[in-house]
């Protein structure tokens, strides 16, 4: 089954310790981005990636890290979460093409104390 | 004036009357445009995407668009209890800008 996952799709944690939310697509996308929801906000994307080992940095950044070293996975990483990172995650990947259409994971909700 | 807009809602109507939800873009460069439907808690799935003027139908869903206006609208007939959703209408200008998303409510 053609699909994103990403895990762990609940995640509390403290202030300052780092975590890692992974993300795999299976469909031999080129692009894949995250992106974050909040309430009255929207989706914002954080990160994007064009193919692998390239990056760059979508609307909102600011305390994410990102990696591309294989096609099929792109983690989001915090190094030092703080209680304004608490949101919706999503992650989602699509061929390379301008207009195709884009498949997101069932996201991840995390909550930081 | 933000990219992408759309009314927040809560939209309501009754179960069997169309729906209309509407969208407007400020990037006249913008080339294709997507509805994506959202469940509470859930990710944002497709319903449709469409890149001409004009009308584009599936189903019971209708996507119009007008570049002239700079306009995007999606139309559910016959909506049903299970259309209540938020509908997301997004933009794509080499990445997605979402509009933040109307929330439809049918009433049985």
């Known amino acids: 089954e053609a699909q994103v996952t990403q895990n762990p799709r609940y995640l509390i944690t403290v202030t300052g310790k780092k975590l890692t939310v992974t993300c795999s697509q299976n469909?031999?996308?080129?692009?894949m981005s995250w992106y974050r929801q909040d309430p009255g906000l929207g989706l914002r994307q954080i990160y994007y990636?064009?193919?692998?080992?390239?990056?760059d940095k979508g609307d909102v950044p600011e305390g994410y890290k990102v990696s591309r070293k294989e096609k099929r996975n792109f983690p989001l990483i915090l190094e030092s979460p703080s209680p304004n990172q608490t949101s919706l995650y999503f992650c989602?990947?699509?061929?390379?093409?301008?207009?195709?259409?884009?498949?997101f994971g069932p996201g991840t909700r995390l909550l930081v104390l | 004036q933000k990219e992408v807009e759309q009314n927040s809602g809560p939209l309501s109507v009754p179960e069997g009357a169309i729906a209309s939800l509407n969208c407007t873009y400020s990037?006249?460069?913008?080339?294709?445009f997507f509805w994506y439907r959202q469940y509470s808690g859930k990710s944002p799935e497709l319903i449709m995407f469409?890149?001409?003027?004009g009308d584009k139908e599936d189903g019971r869903f209708t996507a119009q668009l007008n570049k002239a206006s700079q306009y995007v609208s999606l139309l559910i007939r016959d909506s049903q209890p299970s259309d209540s959703a938020t509908y997301l209408c997004?933009?794509?200008?080499?990445?997605?800008?979402f509009g933040q998303g109307t929330e439809l409510s049918v009433k049985p």
């Open positions: 469409i890149y001409s003027n």
């Open positions: 997004a933009v794509n200008r080499g990445k997605l800008i």
């Open positions: 989602a990947s699509r061929p390379q093409g301008a207009g195709e259409t884009q498949y």
């Open positions: 990037d006249r460069g913008s080339q294709s």
């Open positions: 469909m031999n996308h080129e692009y």
């Open positions: 990636s064009m193919n692998v080992e390239v990056t």
